[in-house]
């Protein structure tokens, strides 16, 4: 079992930055598939971005140049650091985790469902 705690959301005006940490459980953190997703009320959830074991990272179109995603192996915990947010950025924020190695349209959320999800944090870009 894989428990995972997100942080650092907030309020913040367009064009702004947030930090999001997500911190895992687990003894072998650093094989984990770690991904962030977010979701809108009444929409899908969608996938945002996601970085594997051995260091590849994957972005949706939306937030590429803008968002980064990071991971700390000895601290068990992966960051999205997000910056020129924009108020279509708003949303509930998921972190979510797979302790195998995906492919990259896995990693991405198509057609496969990670097994483990944080409780969310939301960030609100204000115009």
């Known amino acids: 079992q894989v428990q995972l705690v997100e942080s650092g959301g907030g309020l913040v005006q367009a064009g702004g930055s947030l930090r999001l940490s997500c911190a895992a459980s687990?003894?072998?953190?650093?094989?984990?598939?770690m991904g962030w997703f977010r979701q809108v009320p009444g929409k899908e959830r969608e996938f945002v971005a996601a970085?594997?074991?051995?260091?590849?990272?994957y972005y949706a179109d939306s937030v590429k140049g803008r968002f980064t995603i990071s991971r700390d192996n000895a601290k068990n915990t992966v960051h999205l650091q997000m910056n020129s947010l924009k108020p279509e950025d708003t949303a509930v924020y998921y972190c979510?985790?797979?302790?195998?190695?995906?492919?990259?349209?896995?990693?991405?959320?198509?057609?496969?469902?990670?097994?483990?999800w944080g409780q969310g944090t939301q960030v609100t870009v204000s115009s």
């Open positions: 979510a985790a797979d302790p195998k190695l995906l492919t990259a349209a896995q990693a991405m959320g198509v057609l496969y469902e990670y097994p483990y």
């Open positions: 687990g003894r072998t953190f650093s094989s984990y598939t």
């Open positions: 970085i594997n074991w051995v260091g590849a990272t």
